[in-house]
């Protein structure tokens, strides 16, 4: 009995899956058979029932039903921290979910947080064994009436940090964002001073980035001094990488921008702005260098991965009050109900809908501030010599003159 306690023990201690592999091998001579058999299905995930208390747990039981009785599901609570750690003024719902898919394969702690003035989710991804994790798409806070810059949500996730007791190994960009600011540099300066200058976390993003930084470090007449080698990581295509035990994987999903990268880690791909929840279907590729044919071709490769991958979006702009923001559906669920890239859907016929879609969206309201941001990997303008402010360049367009010229 002295064993089956320790067993026990270590349960609550290093968390339901990782000891569930412990307890079967710690206890596989000594414990009857019918006590082996319970403990292999705790590892599997199919010996624990939990209530459906969440809209995504209700949407997955309701939508995976019978179709994937087979399919081994995330187990997703809302961490007992979540409540106290963030202000009442800025309150960014997380989760945890446990990718069970495949047991015998180390699967990463997913923690993802919606921000909601811009729509974006952020993940930190962990490996259960080390509690080594990387942080994915990181926001920056910017008001455009008050043209402030605030760190609210990174601390936010700097709390959550230390609260799961995490070591960021990375800072993964999945490209250089139009929609939002990242605060990349902001937690690598202070992950170090936490973490100490030696386990500083590399900023990391597709080899692509510097075509986009040349093209808009010209337009907005940004020294070049201020976004080259700012990355410190540039992932080669289908490059492997390691978050602690965790194998993870560059993907390279041109279209949306021609840098993009996607992330899978285990039986998860961490997608950006390549496509988004089924509802919504896919992003805009009216950037520089943005092409239809090859989102569809980014889709198709996502979409061709086992079913039941799960695909954890960039971005989630629920109806007003219709389901909640949604950070992931899985492969098998894109196949059937994306409204862009469903089966059946042809590539002319999505090259179509998407290009005419495209022609009536105006600009993202932050691509200015987010473009001279993020093409310097999070740092901030210098401030001028004379008054110490810090500039954005915003072009405008003139109209009319009369043909007078200059004025």
């Known amino acids: 009995m002295a064993t089956s306690t320790n067993a026990l023990q270590i349960t609550s201690n290093l968390g339901w899956q990782v000891a569930a ?5 710690t206890t596989a001579t000594l414990l009857p058979i019918s006590a082996r058999i319970i403990a292999s299905k705790y590892r ?10 969440t809209s995504r747990e209700r949407f997955v039981h309701q939508q995976r039903g019978a179709r994937n009785k087979q399919s081994r599901q995330a187990v997703i609570y809302s961490p007992q921290c979540s ?34 003035v811009t729509g974006t989710w952020q993940y930190l991804v962990s490996d259960p064994a080390t509690k080594t994790a990387v942080i ?19 601390d936010a996730l700097l709390a959550l940090i230390k609260e799961k007791g995490y070591t960021i190994a990375w800072i993964l960009e999945t490209h250089a964002h139009a929609d939002h600011l990242t605060s990349a540099s902001y937690l690598q300066k202070r992950l170090a001073q936490e973490q100490g200058e030696e386990k500083k976390p590399s900023i990391g993003i597709g080899k692509r980035i510097g075509k986009v930084q040349s093209l808009f470090g010209q337009r907005y007449g940004i020294p070049e001094e201020e976004y080259t080698v700012v990355f410190d990581k540039l992932f080669e295509d289908d490059e492997v990488f390691t978050i602690g035990e965790l194998k993870a994987q560059a993907m390279h999903l041109p279209g949306h921008t021609p840098d993009h990268m996607g992330y899978k880690i285990g039986d998860n791909v961490f997608c950006g702005d390549s496509i988004f929840n089924a509802d919504i279907g896919t992003a805009r590729c009216d950037f520089p260098g943005g092409s239809a044919h090859q989102l569809y071709t980014s889709g198709r490769r996502l979409l061709s991965l086992p079913e039941h991958v799960k695909i954890w979006t960039g971005h989630d702009y629920p109806p007003e009050g219709g389901r909640a923001p949604l950070a992931f559906m899985t492969v098998a669920e894109h196949r059937e109900k994306n409204k862009h890239l469903r089966e059946g859907i042809r590539e002319d016929e999505f090259v179509a809908m998407r290009n005419e879609r495209d022609a009536s969206l105006g600009a993202p309201r932050l691509l200015h501030q987010s473009l001279q941001t993020n093409i310097r990997a999070g740092h901030l303008p210098r401030p001028t010599e004379k008054h110490g402010d810090r500039l954005f360049h915003v072009p405008v367009k003139v109209k009319g003159g009369g043909g007078v010229g200059e004025w």
Do not use: H, W
């Open 21 to 25: 592999n412990r307890l079967v091998a």
């Open 44 to 53: 599997a995930g199919t010996g624990q029932s939990r209530t459906l208390n």
């Open 83 to 116: 409540a106290n750690l963030f202000q009442p003024a800025r309150k960014l719902p997380s989760r945890s979910s446990y990718s069970t898919s495949a047991p015998s394969a180390p699967e990463p702690i997913i923690d993802d947080v919606f921000e909601k």
């Open 136 to 154: 994915i798409d990181p926001v920056l806070d910017y008001d455009p009436a008050t043209r402030s810059i605030s760190t609210t949500t990174a």
